[in-house]
C-alpha cells in the first residue's frame, strides 16, 4: 500500500486538484483547501504512517490470558478480528489511508465514508490500495469508499447492523452525534478534549509551569490539549503570577475565577459555561480549588472524560487522583499532550474513544479486535 | 446480601406468593409458574451465589497490563467500571439478586426491570438488597427495581443514554431484539444458541459419542447444547450407526442430509430451515460433511456464532479448526455444555454475548468493567 501510494504520486496529486479546484469554486476558507491539499511530501507521510502501521505486531491470533480449570479444560482468550468497520471522516484525506492500514492489519475489512470535499481524493487511494491489496493476495473488496456523498449514503450505511460490526465516526462533534443518534451499529464516540491540569500544594513548581504551558500552548488546536488549570489554594498564591506570565508570554489568552482575579488582576472572568468549553484555541481557564478533592469534582462535573493530569510531589496524592479520576487517560507529573495512541505506545491510533464501551481512550490495532474463548479438552464432558 | 435474603426468607415467599395467585388467575403454565416460584431452597440457592461472587477477585483497580516508554513515562491500563447498568430481563427472581450481585462487584450500579409475573418478588428481593448496601455503607440508590411493568417504561429506559452505560437484556430472542431495536445504549446481544459438535475423520469414537450424548442430552433446554452434529465423511459409516443408537436411547429426534440416510435410514429427512434451528430440545440434525473446511463452512452459514467443538485425535486439524472458527467459544474434545461462565472459570455469568462488543462469549464481572489509561511521569512534556 505505501509502495503503491508514492509510485502513484502524480495521479493522486492530479485527482486531488480536481478536488481543491471545486473546493475553491465553492469558495472554501483557505485553511481549509490547505488541509485537503495532497502534495509529495504529505504522501510520502501517509505512506510512512502505513509502514509504521505494518511494522506492528499481529494482534490478531494472540492469546491474552490462558488458565487451566479443575477438570484439565485449558480456557484461554484469542484475539480476532471483528469483522466490517465502517468509517465516516470529514475532509482530510490522509485518514483514509491511515484508516484502512489500521483495519487490515487487525484482520479486519473497512468500508471508509469521507467528505465530499476529498470524493475524488479519496476514491484515488482507495483504487491504489485495492490494488495493493490484489497484488499481496488479500481480497481487494476488504477496503472499500463509499462512491456518493450524499448524506442519506451514510444513514443507509448506519442500518447495516447485520454487516458492520462497528462505526467509527471522526472528525467535529456535530458528525459524531448525528452518526450516533442515527446508528443501530455500536459507535465509537470521542465527544469532546475538555483536559484539565490540577497543580497539586506540593508540585514542584518549575514542573507544574512547563507542563501547563506544554499542554496549553504546544499545540492548542487539538483534543488532548489543556482547557482548565486548577490550582490548590495553598499554592496558588505563590504559582499563579509565574504561570500566567509564563502562558501570557506564549500568547494564551484566561479566564479565572474569583480567587484566581484576586492573585493576578489581569485575568478576565470565567463564566459558568466557560468551564465546558473545548477552546481549541490559545484560549484557557484558571480555577483555584480547595483541596484535591474539589479537583477531582470540578473535572466531574466539566470533564469530557478524556485526560486529566495531576502534578505533585506527594505520593499520597498521586495515587487518591489516578484512582478517583475515570477520565479516559489519568496522569501523574506529564503532559496532557501525551494522550495519544502513538505516544502511550499503542503504535497508532484510530481515534480515542470517550465513552466506555467497547475501549475507552486511545484506540490502536488492538481496539479493532475482540476475543473468542479456545478451550482444549481431553474428552471432558459436563456432570 | 445474602444473609439478608436468607434472614427474609418468609417475606419474600409470601409477596412470591401473590405473584403466584395472580400467575394461577392469569392461567399461566404450571411449568411457567414453577419457573417464578421461591422456595427456602431456592432462596438459599440464590444467597449461595451471591456469596461466590463476594469471594471473587475484585476486578476494579487490577492493573491489566504496564509498559515503559523510551521517554520513561509508565503507562498503564486499570479497570474501572462502566457506571450504571441496565438489565431487562423474564420471570425467573433468581436473576434480580445474581445481576445485582455481579453489578455490584465489579463496581457498578444497576437499574433491574424484570417480568410483570414476578413484580412484587423482585420488589421485596430489591428491598432486602438496599438494606444490605446501606448497612455496608454502600449507597442504597446502586441497585434500584422499575416499579412498573409497562413496556413504554423500557422504552424510556432505553433512551437514557446519558445515565446509563451499557443494557444487557436476558430473556427470549424477542425481548433482545425488542431491546437491541429500541435502545439508544449500548446492548449486549445473546440471539440463539446453535451450537455444533464436529466429528473429526481420526476422531476416538468412543470419545466422540460420549462428548455427542452429553452435549445434546445432559440439559437441553439451554443455549450451550448441540444442535447439529457434522461428521466427516471419512468416519461416517463407522461413527453414525453407533452415535445415532447411543442419541436414540436417550430419547434425541434426529433428522439428517442425504448421506446420513443412506447409513442411517431411520433418521428423518433435515429441511434447509432445520440446519439454523436452536431446538432446545431432544431434537438435533446430522450432516456428513466431506472435510473440516466444509464443516466450517456448514458451521459459518448456519450457525449463531456460539459455541462450536472439534472431536479430532489430529493436531492440525486441531489447530485448524480453533484458528478458522470465529465463534465466541471454540473446542478441541470437550462438551459444548461447558461454555458458560461459571465452567470456564470466570467464577459467575451475567450472560453470553454472541455480538463482538463490547465482550465476546460468556462474561462475568471483568466484562462489566472498562480500562482507563494510567501514565506516571516525571515531569515529561511532549516535543
Known sequence: MAEGLVKSTDYLISENDKDIDEAKKKGLQNSLIDRLALTPERIEKIALGLRQVAALNDPVGEIVRMWTRPNGLRVGKMRIPLGVIGIIYESRPNVTADAAGLCIKSGNSVILRGGSETLRSNLAIGEILREALKESGLPEDSVQIVPVTERSAVLEMLKLDELIELIIPRGGEGLIRFVAENSSIPVLKH??????????????????????????????????????????????????????????????????????????????????NDWYEEYLDLIMNIRVVEDLKQAVEHIEQYGSMHTETIVTEGYASSQEFINSVNSSTVMVNASTRFSDGFELGLGAEIGISTTKLHAFGPMGVEELTTTKFIVFGEGQIRQ
Open 191 to 272: 465527544y469532546k478534549g475538555v483536559c484539565h491540569v490540577f497543580v497539586d500544594e506540593s508540585a514542584e513548581l518549575s514542573m507544574a509551569e512547563s507542563i501547563c504551558v506544554n499542554a496549553k500552548t504546544q499545540r492548542p488546536g487539538v483534543c488532548n490539549s489543556m482547557e482548565t488549570m486548577l490550582v490548590h489554594r495553598g499554592i496558588a498564591e505563590e504559582f499563579l503570577p509565574r504561570a500566567v506570565k509564563a502562558l501570557v508570554d506564549k500568547g494564551v489568552v484566561i479566564k479565572g475565577c474569583g480567587k484566581t482575579r484576586e492573585i493576578v488582576p489581569e485575568v478576565a472572568e470565567a463564566t459558568e
